[in-house]
């Protein structure tokens, strides 16, 4: 069964009501503080320190992190808690009671020295606000300039935790103990990076159901192949791309299409590819013999279109061909499956809304040409998705994946992709996906599930220096071993 609480990615808010439910449902604010505490004593303990320093904000997130302090000096570690900022949250108050109760000693707003090896992070959680203040930067820094092993608690201080963007300054964590569920922060750069190693704690929450989820093997659907079959069963994919300029990056989409299981791929280019049929000459190849796609060359292709489950547009195509794309769009966008990649997206410039059988495939600098507020910010795609009434595949070195309404997020990218013709191969591989019957969301969750894998594997053995995304096109078998 997929566990909840390690796939679900949670926004600030959403954490924020987990915590009232749970409380509104019994179980007491203490309690659950009690448990992060041990479980971020635990882990501390883990690291054998001689001197341990907790540096406490006043908020709740402060007040685990005396809870924590006061744990490991019961069992013996030499603690010291170091306490910041003024506005006390009754959690924290009532932790710093229990622990000056318990003898553990305490300053307040001071200087630390350098003389401890490992320092709790218990500044500030999800409830940070903005800016990090200047008189918590400087504390920022002394941690990060300190040669101790740092744990931040839930997430790391000054990282927001709804975008993963550093705000003003960031405690650079070896781990980060997270409560419940990830949150959005922790899994986007920079704020990936800021987290170090991540743990869930689970702690006694109620069962909380996210839109938005890390992709894990156990949600990937491979589409069945029946033994009494035929490739009519497996999908119709018809691939318009390339350029006189760009022939190769067509024949990659097309390996894709065909290497994912796809039964039939057409491959239809302006310039010659025709190199396709030496890598694989079961796709069905021809060109218009001219430099780009124009609106009149519709009608030549009106019967593979017809034929076509699926379309893939985009790979190698320059703006000159955008004309003929809008057109297609109008002809067959709420009819076929059309799948807009590279320069094809910025079609959709033409278009107030779209249908959710068309999918666009950018990476950052393609998105942000249709979509100029974009940041770094799921909220303002997943509004872009809806408002558009399309479905997003956003490439990045966290790969995201958006219906509007839910939100999936692959997080098995690595350099070895960081490649020219990595998406031009994905955009075939998805599509392919959908020639066999995949949704949409599936395909993308399945397909980048599939290629980043394989990728990652062949790295293990091949370094990512070494990989090209050709080579993960002839071991893409790899990826289907889940
Ligand atoms: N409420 C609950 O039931 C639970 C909360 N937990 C912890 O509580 C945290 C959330 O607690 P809170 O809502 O009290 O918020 P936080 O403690 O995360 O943040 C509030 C504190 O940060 C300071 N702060 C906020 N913005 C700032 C800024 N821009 N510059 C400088 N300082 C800033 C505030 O002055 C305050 O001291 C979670 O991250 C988690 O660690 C856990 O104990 C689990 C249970
Ligand atoms: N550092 C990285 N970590 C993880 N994935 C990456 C990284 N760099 C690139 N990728 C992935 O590689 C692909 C690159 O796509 P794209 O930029 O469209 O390439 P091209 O247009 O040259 O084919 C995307 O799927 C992206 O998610
Ligand atoms: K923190």
């Given at each position: 069964m997929e566990n909840i609480f390690e796939t679900n990615v949670l926004d600030s808010n959403e954490a924020k009501v987990m915590d009232k439910l749970t409380i509104e449902s019994g179980i007491m604010e203490e309690t659950l503080m009690e448990q992060a505490a041990f479980a971020i004593a635990d882990v501390a303990s883990s690291f054998s320190p001689k001197k341990i320093l907790c540096v406490a904000g006043t908020g709740n997130n402060g007040g685990d992190c005396i809870a924590a302090g006061r744990i490991l000096h019961n069992k013996g570690y030499n603690v010291e808690i170091y306490i910041y900022g003024k506005n006390q949250s009754n959690g924290f108050k009532k932790q710093l009671l229990i622990a000056e109760n318990y003898g553990l000693k305490i300053k307040y707003n001071k200087d630390f020295s350098d003389e401890y090896d490992l320092i709790i992070d218990g500044?500030?959680?999800?409830?940070l606000n903005g800016e990090v203040r200047s008189s918590i930067k400087t504390v920022i820094e002394k941690i990060n300039s300190s040669n101790a092993k740092v744990i931040s608690e839930d997430?790391?201080?000054?990282?927001?935790?709804?975008?993963?963007?550093v705000m003003g300054d960031a405690v650079h964590a070896d781990i980060t103990i997270t409560f419940g569920n990830l949150k959005i922060g922790q899994i986007l750069y920079p704020g990936r990076e800021f987290s170090g190693k991540l743990k869930i704690?689970?702690?006694?929450?109620k069962k909380f159901i996210s839109n938005r989820k890390i992709i894990t093997p156990d949600i990937i659907k491979v589409p069945n192949r029946k033994?009494?079959?035929?490739?009519?069963?497996y999908g119709n994919v018809l691939i318009l791309a390339g350029s006189s300029k760009y022939p190769g990056a067509p024949i990659l989409t097309a390996l894709g299409a065909q290497r994912i299981g796809a039964g039939l791929v057409t491959l239809i280019t302006?310039?010659?590819?025709?190199?396709i049929l030496s890598f694989e000459p079961s796709i069905i190849y021809s060109s218009l013999n001219k430099n780009n796609f124009e609106k009149n060359d519709l009608k030549k292709l009106n019967d593979e279109i017809e034929r076509a489950n699926v379309i893939i547009l985009g790979p190698?195509?320059?703006?000159?061909?955008i004309e003929f794309v809008v057109e297609l769009i109008k002809k067959q966008g709420r009819t076929k499956n059309i799948v807009l990649d590279a320069e094809s997206?910025?079609?959709?410039?033409?278009?107030e809304s779209l249908s959710e059988n068309i999918l666009i495939t950018p990476h950052v600098g393609e998105m942000k040409k249709i979509?100029?507020?974009?940041?770094?910010n799921i909220f303002e795609l997943e509004r872009f998705s809806k408002q558009k009434k399309c479905i997003i595949m956003?490439?990045?070195?966290i790969t995201t994946i958006t219906d509007g309404e839910k939100t999936f997020f692959n997080?098995?990218?690595?350099?070895?992709?960081?490649?020219?013709?990595s998406g031009d191969l994905l955009s075939g591989i998805v599509g392919g996906l959908i020639a066999q019957g995949l949704d949409t969301i599936n395909a993308c969750i399945t397909g980048s599930y599939i290629m980043y894998k394989t990728a990652k594997e062949l790295s293990n053995e091949y370094t990512e220096y070494f990989i090209t995304p050709k080579l993960i096109s002839e071991n893409l078998y790899i990826g289907f071993k889940l």
């Open positions: 500044l500030i959680g999800i409830g997430i790391p201080s000054g990282i927001s935790s709804d975008t993963g963007e704690a689970e702690l006694s929450f033994k009494d079959s035929h490739k009519y069963d302006p310039g010659d590819s025709s190199k190698g195509m320059t703006e000159d061909s997206i910025q079609a959709i410039k033409e278009f979509f100029k507020n974009l940041k770094n956003l490439k990045s070195s997080l098995l990218g690595s350099s070895s992709l960081s490649k020219g013709g």
